[in-house]
């Protein structure tokens, strides 16, 4: 699964300060960073996969989110144990290529 960078903007515009949804708030700003350092770190977030896969558990729950807002759903927010299981696939991408995790987490 894959969004694009509209796509993570208008996330973060509608998610990310939102206090009634803390994880997808934490999952939406850490999927915009490391969307960019993967675009200041190679030929960019649409052009990378293994960045892409791995922030995979972070998309589905945004797509989620997005899908419930626009049909009229009350969005929910992001289980906890989603977010940490998704965390830990980023920290490993981060982890192989010698990232610091404080410049991408969230």
């Keep these: 699964m894959f969004m694009n960078e509209w796509e993570v903007g208008n996330a973060v515009r509608r998610y990310s300060d939102d206090p009634d949804l803390p994880n997808l708030g934490t999952a ?16 960019g977030w649409a052009h990378w996969a293994p960045p892409q896969r791995a922030a995979n558990g972070l998309t589905k729950a945004i797509y989620a989110a997005d899908t419930a807002d626009r049909t009229g759903r009350e969005v929910p927010d992001m289980p906890k144990a989603d977010l940490v299981r998704a965390l830990a696939s980023v920290k490993r991408f981060l982890t192989k290529h010698s990232v610091e995790h404080a410049q991408v987490l969230r």
């Excluded at 939406?28 to 030929?43: G, I, K, Y």
Aim: charged fraction near 25%; avoid cysteine; hydrophobic fraction near 40%.
């Design 28 to 43: 939406v700003r850490t999927l915009s960073a490391l969307m960019e350092w993967t675009d200041s770190h190679s030929d």
